[in-house]
T-cell receptor
Framework: AQTVTQSQPEMSVQEAETVTLSCTYD???????LFWYKQPPSRQMILVIRQEAYKQQNATENRFSVNFQKAAKSFSLKISDSQLGDTAMYFCAFMNLRGNAGNMLTFGGGTRLMVKP | DGGITQSPKYLFRKEGQNVTLSCEQNLNHDAMYWYRQDPGQGLRLIYY???????QKGDIAEGYSVSREKKESFPLTVTSAQKNPTAFYLC?????????????FGSGTRLTVV
């Protein structure tokens, strides 16, 4: 079974600063996807960024980027120029692509990020 | 606009009652999922369905049941056998299982036992 670990239950950052959220995962598979989701106070889950394991290049979406270290099984999220609207719970998620039964998202426990003015 | 609609937003259940949470999508997605979220925790998979008239148990299926009679609909019933049903329930869909686009989520239902 896959496990996803987010070791930082809570973090805070000053507006306009940069913050990095950590995520590690455990798998014996080679082909998988990784995702970061944001859950603001509205509770709506929003996809932030995704990474295919076969791609060496780190994914980037505007102010959001990842540091994907496949050998270390690490998938951290960097938020640049933090904004008040970035305040939310952030979930790291893993999707194994082996076979038919493994294609579900497995989520980490989440990191609560507070952006301070 | 395409999306997933969950209803109701808030639901109160008395002890011993069954309640059904609605999930409807107009995204033409094949796969649908139900997750449970407890305070301060991540999401845990209850049930999933890859195609109409087929569904599979997830990690915490005990005390829950589902049906998938239409592609657009995937209702979740919380039965009296579920001993601790108070939680936030999220429905999601994907174009197919294993899609690299990830999931689209509904806005959730907060269930409280009174």
């Amino acid at each position: 079974a896959q496990t996803v670990t987010q070791s930082q239950p809570e973090m805070s950052v000053q507006e306009a600063e940069t913050v990095t959220l950590s995520c590690t995962y455990d798998t014996s598979e080679n082909n998988y996807y990784l995702f970061w989701y944001k859950q603001p106070p509205s509770r709506q889950m929003i996809l932030v960024i995704r990474q295919e394991a076969y791609k060496q290049q780190n994914a980037t979406e505007n102010r959001f980027s990842v540091n994907f270290q496949k050998a270390a099984k690490s998938f951290s999220l960097k938020i640049s120029d933090s904004q008040l609207g970035d305040t939310a719970m952030y979930f790291c998620a893993f999707m194994n692509l082996r076979g038919n039964a493994g294609n579900m998202l497995t989520f980490g426990g989440g990191t609560r990020l507070m952006v301070k003015p | 606009d395409g999306g997933i609609t969950q209803s109701p937003k808030y639901l109160f259940r008395k002890e011993g009652q069954n309640v059904t949470l609605s999930c409807e999508q107009n995204l033409n997605h094949d796969a649908m999922y139900w997750y449970r979220q407890d305070p301060g925790q991540g999401l845990r998979l209850i049930y999933y369905s890859q195609i109409v008239n087929d569904f599979q148990k997830g990690d915490i299926a005990e005390g829950y049941s589902v049906s998938r009679e239409k592609k657009e609909s995937f209702p979740l019933t919380v039965t009296s056998a579920q001993k601790n049903p108070t939680a936030f329930y999220l429905c999601a869909s994907s174009i197919r299982q294993g899609s690299n686009y990830g999931y689209t989520f509904g806005s959730g239902t907060r269930l409280t036992v009174v």
